[in-house]
C-alpha cells in the first residue's frame, strides 16, 4: 500500500516507518520537523534499505496538505503528528488545541478531497485520565484531566462522529500506554528536545551522565513500593501494532478503538532498577512531591487487540531498556551530531 505518515520523523512515527518499509509498502512521510529531524528519516532508510518520500508541511497549512496527497494515490493514512507534552498544554492551551484539533481536522478534509477514507490516529491512555479502576478497558470512559488529554479526546470523538456519518470510512483509534525503548540496531529512538518530560528519556540522560539525577515523583502512593506504576511497551511492539490495525482496516469500514499495551505495570523504581542493569551503572535518584495529575496506577487490558488484531507486545522491561540504553549510549546528543 502507499501510506501517507503524519509525524512520521518523530518518536514512533519513525520506527513505524520503518517497520511499514520493511513490510513492503511505500511511505510518504508529512512532518513540519518542529519536534524531529529529518536525520532520523535517513537513518530509517538506511536501515530498511529502501527509501520513503518526504514533504515538509504543517498540517495547519492546508494548501501544503492538499498538495502532499495530489497525485500520490494515498491509500491511507497513520496520524501521529501532534505535540504531547502535558504540561505546555496547560500553559499553552489554544495552541495545542489547534495544533492538534485543527490540524486533523485539516488532514481529514484533505483525505476526503483525496477520496482517501482509511485512517490509524495515535491517541493514548492519556483520554483515561486519572481513573483508578485497572487494568483499563477500551470502555473505561474517556475523561482527560489536561488540555493535551483533552485533545486526544476530542479527535476520538470527530472521529467517531465521522465514521458515523460516512459509513465508507476506516478509522482505528490506538490508545498508546507508555512507549519506551528503541529499535534494536540503536541507530533510532527517542530524542526529546529540552528537558525530557517522560521518565525512561530523564532515566537515559542521567545514565549517559547529561543529567544529575532522577526525581522520582511521590514514593507514598497505594502501591507495593510507594511509587507510581505505568504499563511500558517497546516503541518496536507499538509499531507493529500499527501494521497490525491497518490490515484490520482493509477489512472493511467501521470505527474500532484499541488499547496497545502489554498489560504490565511496572513501577518507576523498578524501572530505575532494570535501566540500571541494562547500563551497567547506578542511576542516582530522589524522591520528590507527587506530580500533579499522575495517577497511581495505570495499565492496558490489551487483550481486544489480540482477540481482533493477532497482535500483542513481545518485548520485556529488560528489553526497552537495554534498547533505550544502546540508543542512548550511541547518541548522547540524538540525532544533533548527525
Ligand atoms: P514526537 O513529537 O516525536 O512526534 C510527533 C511529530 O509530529 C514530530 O515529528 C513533530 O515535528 C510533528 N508535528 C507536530 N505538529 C505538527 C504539525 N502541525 N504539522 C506537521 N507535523 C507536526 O512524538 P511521538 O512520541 O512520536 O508521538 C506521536 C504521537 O503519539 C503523538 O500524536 C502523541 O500525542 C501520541 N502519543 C505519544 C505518546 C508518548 O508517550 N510518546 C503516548 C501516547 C500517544
Ligand atoms: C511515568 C511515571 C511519573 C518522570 C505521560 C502522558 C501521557 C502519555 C505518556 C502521551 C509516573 C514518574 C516521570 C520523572 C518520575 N503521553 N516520573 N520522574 O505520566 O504515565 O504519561 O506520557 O500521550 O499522556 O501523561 O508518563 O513517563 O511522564 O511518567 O518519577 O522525571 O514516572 O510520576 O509515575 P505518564 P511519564
Not at 48 to 72: H, M, N, P, V
Not at 74 to 103: C, D, M, R, T, W
Amino acid at each position: 500500500m502507499r501510506i501517507l505518515v503524519t509525524g512520521g520523523t518523530g518518536y514512533i512515527g519513525s520506527h513505524t516507518t520503518l517497520a511499514l518499509l520493511e513490510a513492503g509498502h511505500d511511505v510518504v512521510v508529512v512532518d513540519n520537523l518542529l519536534n524531529s529531524s529529518q536525520e532520523s528519516l535517513r537513518r530509517v532508510q538506511e536501515l530498511a534499505g529502501r527509501k520513503a518520500e518526504f514533504i515538509q508541511a504543517d498540517l495547519l497549512d492546508t494548501a501544503a496538505l492538499d498538495a502532499a496527497f495530489d497525485g500520490r494515490s494515498i491509500e491511507a493514512v497513520i496520524h501521529f503528528a501532534g505535540l504531547k507534552a502535558v504540561g505546555e498544554s496547560v500553559a499553552k492551551p489554544l495552541y495545542y488545541y489547534s495544533n492538534n484539533v485543527v490540524g486533523t481536522i485539516n488532514l481529514l478534509h484533505a483525505m476526503e478531497r483525496h477520496d482517501v477514507r482509511t485512517i490509524v490516529f495515535s491517541s493514548s491512555a492519556t483520554v483515561y485520565g486519572a481513573s483508578e479502576e485497572v487494568p483499563l478497558t477500551e470502555d473505561t470512559p474517556m475523561n482527560a484531566v489536561n488540555p493535551y488529554g483533552r485533545t486526544k479526546e476530542h479527535i476520538e470523538d470527530i472521529l467517531s462522529d465521522l465514521g458515523s456519518a460516512d459509513p465508507r470510512w476506516s478509522i482505528a483509534l490506538l490508545r498508546y500506554f507508555n512507549p519506551a525503548g528503541a529499535h534494536e540496531s540503536g541507530r533510532i529512538g527517542e530524542d526529546p528536545t529540552g528537558i525530557p518530560n517522560n521518565l525512561l528519556p530523564f532515566v537515559a540522560q542521567v545514565a549517559v551522565g547529561r543529567r544529575d539525577k532522577v526525581m522520582v515523583f511521590g514514593n507514598d502512593y497505594p502501591t507495593p513500593d510507594g511509587t507510581g506504576v505505568r504499563d511500558y511497551i517497546h516503541v518496536v511492539d507499538l509499531a507493529a501494532g500499527h501494521l497490525a490495525a491497518l490490515n484490520y482496516l482493509g477489512e472493511g469500514p467501521g470505527v474500532r478503538r484499541w488499547n496497545l499495551g502489554t498489560g504490565n505495570g511496572s513501577s518507576v523504581l523498578e524501572v530505575l532498577t532494570a535501566f540500571s542493569a541494562a547500563a551497567g551503572k547506578d542511576i542516582a535518584y530522589e524522591f520528590t512531591d507527587r506530580r500533579p495529575g499522575d495517577a497511581a496506577v495505570s495499565y492496558a487490558d490489551p487483550s481486544a487487540a489480540h482477540a481482533d488484531l493477532g497482535w500483542r507486545a513481545e518485548r520485556s522491561l529488560a528489553t526497552m531498556c537495554e534498547d533505550h540504553w544502546r540508543w542512548q549510549k550511541n547518541n548522547p546528543e540524538g540525532y544533533a551530531a548527525g
